[in-house]
């Protein structure tokens, strides 16, 4: 863009002689074609955006780096997450405090009906559908499935004609941050931290993938593998930061 754009002391010296090298020996300048000023315009203000960009990452980290979060950040780096997903998951959760009582999870248990859930795809949809089930004793962890609310992660169901819809609820943003970490850490080889946080993923990848049908076809892909993923890296977080959050207090 900065070629582009005519903002040769924003390019690198060599970059800039090669790409005004390339373009004059295009077919566009034996043509006679020039580069319209309208791109020129647009490519200036891309970058702009840049600087921009730059300016703001650069605010935003000495924010996300403040002391008052160093606890945090610990449990990020066993993560591996970026600047970006760091502040995104920051604005959602601080203070972490809020989703416990007494320094602990909110873990309620009842006895009710356990109905059997079959989930189905179709057209990119997870239809359920309940059956009769068994009565037993079942916990809740109210702290986790508030906190996977918070970060987008959560679920509801949604009537959908004589079906019910499975979709996701809370913060989208967050979402997408949860989706772009599993497809460019996890489902990418030796993305992952070189430590038991990795270690875990890996694993837990593995064994989804081991999941097929009579024919040997594996039964999760794509985006139904990549919610599994990201619900347990959402799962392994509260886990980190409910440890780190009592071990601070203790």
């Known amino acids: 863009w900065g070629w582009l754009a005519q903002r040769e002391l924003e390019v690198h010296p060599a970059s800039y002689k090669s790409l005004t090298r390339q373009y004059q020996q295009s077919a566009a300048v034996q043509f006679g074609f ?3 000023p309208f791109v020129r315009l647009h490519a200036y203000w891309l970058c702009d955006i840049a600087l921009e960009e730059q300016r703001l990452e650069a605010v935003l980290k000495s924010l996300v780096n403040d002391d008052q979060f160093a606890k945090y950040n610990q449990v990020f780096d066993l993560f591996k ?3 970006r997903i760091r502040a995104r998951l920051l604005s959602r959760i601080y203070p972490f405090e809020a989703f416990l009582v007494d320094g602990k999870p909110l873990i309620e248990r009842e006895v009710r009906e356990v109905k059997k859930k ?3 795809r179709e057209n990119g949809k997870a239809v359920v559908k309940f059956l009769p089930g068994d009565v037993k004793r079942v916990k809740r962890n109210r702290s986790r499935d508030a906190f996977k609310l918070r970060l987008g992660m959560g679920t509801v169901l949604e009537q959908s004609g004589d ?3 499975e ?3 809370g913060s989208a943003l967050c979402r997408m941050n949860f989706w772009q970490y599993t497809i460019t850490k996890i489902e990418i080889d030796k993305r992952l931290p070189n430590n038991p946080i990795g270690e875990e993923i890996a694993l837990y990848k593995a064994e989804l993938k081991k ?3 009579a024919s040997g076809k594996q039964l999760l892909n794509g985006k139904h593998l990549q919610s599994k993923l990201s619900s347990k890296v959402a799962n392994m977080l509260f886990r980190e930061l409910t440890k780190a959050i009592a071990l601070a207090r203790s």
Do not use: C
């Open 34 to 36: 020039s580069i319209d």
């Open 118 to 120: 079959e989930v189905t």
């Open 167 to 169: 979709k996701g609820s």
């Open 81 to 83: 997450f970026g600047l």
């Open 211 to 213: 999941n097929v049908d």
């Open 163 to 165: 079906k019910l819809v």
